[in-house]
């Protein structure tokens, strides 16, 4: 990488850096301090608005950068990641987004304990949304670190510490000053840059090709190396049935995961209405589908234009598939269009990457303060001291995910993200569907529900291949795995769901007859959300 791509990198980097901190301190300047500013931005966003932010909140640095590699480096069987994280917001649009809009107020603790005991309740689904979030921000964090430190030529380990205490720092900032208000325009600002970004080199790429896609893929194909196997089922999950039943299970985490994550659920709280929060997810559909289509045009173009070969000896895992591409389309290493587009693909991952930690520390933050201490040790907190104790929660969080992401720097961090969607439906979806549509639900039944799902969840990766008996292990010198799946959400999604029905079906005490009909007529209609 030449000083040219590093200078203008870090420029576009420190420009959106300086756009996003004059974002967060006009908004905390005109702020009022209550929860629902802190949390929901005051309800006050459009219906595209919120779009665009529930986008740029799910398009992270691993589908910008992480799908595109896989596809460049397998072909279909990277295709397949598409699909499971497209597919996964039909679940959400038709199961999740105006009932929970309806039903709760800033959290998922809110939407089950309408009908339920309250404390043991907030207990668990706080603790569950907090792991999912520590989860999902360590791998941005670790992430931050690796690419940014990459894509900039400063592959040291002090570049790396740096770029995720600066992230790090960043985020906290972000969430304490601006709250939802200011976390929600920094994600509009990445969706429109991370979507225009795309735009443009998908055109480059079918420019290349003349438009011609089966030429596309035809190349692709040759330069794969696999021939028509490349374009065919099979290269990466076609082995033994180990590595269909472990494709199986990636494949129900990240269908299922969406709807249990909780800075997903945050952002139908932030617009007035549930028609809203349909509305907004019909939005995020067609932005987040869109960008899906153009990383199977960037990933075919990447195996195709650079090839596999060159996109493995730059990193592994097929990371640094985009900005190879952006290079090679911009005229190659030394032109000033390659530096170019290398730099803007630089600053849209960055970007990426701190649009989604913001989102995800607001989420966890949330939990703690709304969930875990108002809710539970002070009842009758003022929503004054809840926000403060939100905003100290940021802080926490941002040195925890700080020091787990410089303690795990070095490892493989995709595991992370598909524990973190594992765990969301493991935990968090069994409650949330079980809250919504069984009658008979119980506060027994709910904090089963949680942690019958999230327990085995975090117990089989601790005893799967991820973590040892392997080369490509956390600990390889070690070796405890008794699981074979390297994502446990095949056997833990199941044991949310049925550990929640036994846990109503052995309770003495009766459902709430009353609350289910008050839950079920405010979810379907509205009447008496907030």
């Given at each position: 990488?030449?000083?040219?791509?590093?200078?203008?990198?870090?420029l576009l980097f420190s420009a959106f850096v300086a756009v996003t901190l004059g974002i967060t301190t006009w908004v905390s300047r005109n702020r009022h301090g209550s929860a629902e500013e802190f949390y929901a931005?005051?309800?006050?966003?459009?219906?595209?608005?919120?779009?665009?932010?529930?986008?740029?909140?799910?398009?992270?640095?691993a589908s910008f950068l992480g799908v595109t590699g896989l596809i460049s480096l397998y072909g279909y069987d990277g295709l397949l990641y598409v699909v499971g994280f497209l597919v996964?917001?039909?679940?959400?649009?038709?199961?999740?987004?105006?009932?929970?809009?309806?039903?709760?107020?800033?959290?998922?603790?809110?939407?089950?304990?309408?009908?339920?005991?309250?404390r043991p309740v907030r207990i668990a689904a706080g603790t569950s949304s907090v792991t999912?979030?520590?989860?999902?921000?360590?791998?941005?964090?670790?992430?931050?670190?690796?690419l940014v430190a990459l894509l900039l030529g400063g592959s040291s380990e002090a570049a790396r510490n740096w770029t995720v205490i600066g992230v790090g720092a960043l985020m906290v900032i972000y969430v304490s000053l601006g709250g939802m208000r200011a976390t929600t325009w920094i994600q509009i600002v990445k969706a429109v840059l991370l979507l225009s970004g795309s735009i443009a080199l998908t055109v480059l790429v079918l420019v290349r090709f003349h438009g011609d896609v089966n030429e596309l893929l035809r190349s692709a194909a040759e330069r794969s190396g696999h021939g028509d196997a490349f374009l065919a089922p099979g290269l990466k999950y076609g082995g033994d049935w180990t590595a269909r039943f472990?494709?199986?299970?990636?494949?129900?985490?990240?269908?299922?995961?969406?709807?249990?994550?909780p800075h997903i659920l945050a952002r139908f709280y932030t617009v007035p209405t549930a028609r809203a929060a349909r509305r907004s997810v019909v939005w995020s559909i067609g932005l987040i589908g869109g960008f899906y289509l153009m990383t199977i045009v960037?990933?075919?173009?990447?195996?195709?234009?650079?090839?596999?070969?060159?996109?493995?000896?730059?990193?592994?895992?097929?990371?640094?598939?985009?900005?190879?591409?952006?290079?090679?389309?911009?005229?190659?290493?030394?032109?000033?269009?390659?530096?170019?587009?290398?730099?803007?693909?630089?600053?849209?991952?960055?970007?990426?990457?701190?649009?989604?930690?913001?989102?995800?520390?607001?989420?966890?933050?949330?939990?703690?303060?709304?969930d875990l201490y108002a809710s539970v040790r002070r009842r009758h907190a003022k929503p004054r001291s809840e926000v403060t104790v939100a905003r100290t929660a940021a802080v926490g969080i941002g040195v925890v995910a700080i020091a787990l992401g410089l303690l795990a720097r070095?490892?493989?961090?995709?595991?992370?993200?598909?524990?973190?969607?594992?765990?969301?439906?493991?935990?968090?979806?069994p409650v949330l569907l079980y809250s919504l549509f069984w009658r008979s639900f119980t506060t027994r039944g709910a904090v089963w529900a949680v942690y019958g799902g999230l327990v085995p969840a975090l117990l089989l990766v601790l005893l799967s291949p991820v973590v040892s008996g392997s080369p490509d292990s956390l600990f390889p010198s070690v070796d405890f795995q008794y699981f074979p799946l390297q994502n446990p959400g095949l056997v833990s999604i199941p044991l949310g769901f049925l550990a929640g029905w036994l846990g109503t079906v052995t309770s003495a005490e009766p459902p709430d007859e009353a609350k289910y009909a008050e839950t079920e007529v405010r979810s379907l209609t509205g009447a008496g959300a907030v």
């Open positions: 990488m030449t000083g040219n791509h590093q200078t203008l990198a870090l931005g005051g309800r006050l966003f459009s219906p595209m608005e919120n779009g665009f932010a529930i986008s740029g909140d799910y398009m992270s640095a996964a917001w039909l679940v959400v649009l038709f199961l999740a987004a105006e009932l929970v809009r309806n039903c709760g107020r800033f959290t998922l603790a809110d939407v089950v304990a309408a009908r339920m005991n309250e999912v979030s520590v989860l999902y921000l360590v791998a941005q964090m670790v992430g931050a670190g690796s472990d494709f199986i299970s990636l494949g129900l985490a990240l269908v299922l995961g969406t709807a249990g994550l960037l990933g075919f173009g990447a195996a195709a234009i650079v090839g596999p070969e060159a996109v493995r000896g730059a990193n592994a895992a097929g990371n640094t598939a985009v900005p190879l591409l952006a290079l090679d389309l911009g005229g190659g290493a030394n032109s000033a269009g390659g530096t170019v587009l290398f730099a803007v693909v630089a600053a849209i991952a960055f970007a990426t990457i701190l649009a989604v930690v913001a989102g995800i520390t607001l989420a966890s933050s949330a939990s703690v303060a709304h070095d490892l493989n961090v995709a595991f992370l993200v598909g524990l973190a969607f594992a765990v969301a439906a493991s935990a968090n979806l």
